[in-house]
Structures are given as structure tokens and as C-alpha cells.
T-cell receptor
């Protein structure tokens, strides 16, 4: 079966760096997405990786290793507004999105 | 504002009621989706319409019935629901996926449904 694994919850300190990992097993691969979802709001798109390597976008970076079925989202210079759930999703061989359960990130002052 | 709107934002209904959720996208996309989001669970894809053609999802109970009259509008008709159907129902839209292109999904704010 298809599966996405990511930690349920993480805690970090304002101003610090945090890495949220995602491992996946899917039938085929056509890209990996990270979304941010604040409580009570819609998920919003953060990043897309389809080739191995690091994609940087401001304070957020996303890494992909297709051979290892592994990705991470790196958040730098954490701010209180980064407190949210972070969803990892993989587009499989049929171009369907398979979603992880999300990682709730708690930022402490 | 993500360009995808949903109404109503909150809905409380009894198990014998019939109601409909509405979604509208203003982004010119050609694919629309209904998702169910329950606490601590992955997003569950319920239905997909791509180029106004429905992609069947046999695991969704028949008490949920989608309708897509055109590429901008999507409805989810609800009847004789169960308490376990209480959840956040999210609508999303995108361009039809293609190799190498992100064509990420844009989500509406969701309808918080409570079945009593």
C-alpha cells in the first residue's frame, strides 16, 4: 500500500531552526509537496520537489531524495506565526496526491 | 484570499436532513476536488473532477453525492449522514497534473460539518 510518514508533533524555539521529516512509499512518483495549515484555515502551498536536492524559498527550504523515499522541510529563524501543521504529500504514478497526517509545529518564545 | 470559496463555513445537521456544500473557484483551473479532513488523520480524497469528468472513488459512501455543473463550481450533496461524518470538508482546485509541473492545489477555507 501507499504510505506517508511524518512526526505527529514537534516543538521549537522562536529564532531557532527546525527540520520536519517525511518518508514515503508510493506506487510511482511525480513530485512531493509541502503545505502549511494554520488552525481553522485552509492548507496553503509551500514547496514542490520533483528532482533530488534542495529547493530554497526564503526562510523555508525543502529537500528530496527519491532513492531514499525521503524529504524534509527546513524552517529557519522561526517566528511565532510559523506555529501550524505542515503536511507532506506525494503525487503517485497515477498523478493522485497521497497525504501524510501532518506535523503540528509548536513554537515557544 | 486563495481564489477558492466555500459555503457554508459551518453546518450542523441531523441524520435525516439533506444539505449541500458549495465550492467556487476563480482561478481558471480545470480540476476540482473534495476532501474530508478529520483530526490527526491524513486528508482523504473523496472526489475528483478533471475537465468536468468525474473520477470515481468507490470507497465513498453513497450518502455523499458530488455535482460539477461547470469548471468553476462544485457541490457536495449530503443525505442521511452519520455522526462519524462530522469533519472539515475542503474543496480544492488545480490545473490538471502534468509531468514535471507542480500545478499545486489551492484550497478553500472548508465547511466544518457536525452531524447530530
Amino acid at each position: 500500500g501507499q504510505n506517508i510518514d511524518q512526526p505527529t508533533e514537534m516543538t521549537a524555539t522562536e529564532g531557532a531552526i527546525v527540520q520536519i521529516n517525511c518518508t514515503y512509499q508510493t506506487s510511482g512518483f511525480n513530485g512531493l509537496f509541502w503545505y502549511q495549515q494554520h488552525a481553522g484555515e485552509a492548507p496553503t502551498f509551500l514547496s514542490y520537489n520533483v528532482l533530488d536536492g534542495l529547493e530554497e524559498k526564503g526562510r523555508f527550504s525543502s529537500f528530496l531524495s527519491r532513492s531514499k523515499g525521503y524529504s524534509y522541510l527546513l524552517l529557519k529563524e522561526l517566528q511565532m506565526k510559523d506555529s501550524a501543521s505542515y503536511l507532506c504529500a506525494v503525487r503517485d504514478g497515477n498523478y493522485q496526491l497521497i497525504w501524510g497526517a501532518g506535523t503540528k509545529l509548536i513554537i515557544k518564545p | 484570499e486563495t481564489g477558492v470559496t466555500q459555503t457554508p463555513r459551518h453546518l450542523v445537521m441531523g441524520m435525516t436532513n439533506k444539505k449541500s456544500l458549495k465550492c467556487e473557484q476563480h482561478l481558471g483551473h480545470n480540476a476540482m476536488y473534495w476532501y474530508k479532513q478529520s483530526a490527526k488523520k491524513p486528508l482523504e480524497l473523496m472526489f475528483v473532477y478533471s475537465l468536468e469528468e468525474r473520477v470515481e472513488n468507490n470507497s465513498v459512501p453513497s450518502r455523499f453525492s458530488p455535482e460539477c455543473p461547470n469548471s468553476s463550481h462544485l457541490f457536495l450533496h449530503l443525505h442521511t449522514l452519520q455522526p462519524e461524518d462530522s469533519a472539515l470538508y475542503l474543496c480544492a482546485s488545480s490545473q490538471t497534473a502534468a509531468a514535471g509541473e507542480a500545478y499545486e492545489q489551492y484550497f478553500g477555507p472548508g465547511t466544518r460539518l457536525t452531524v447530530t
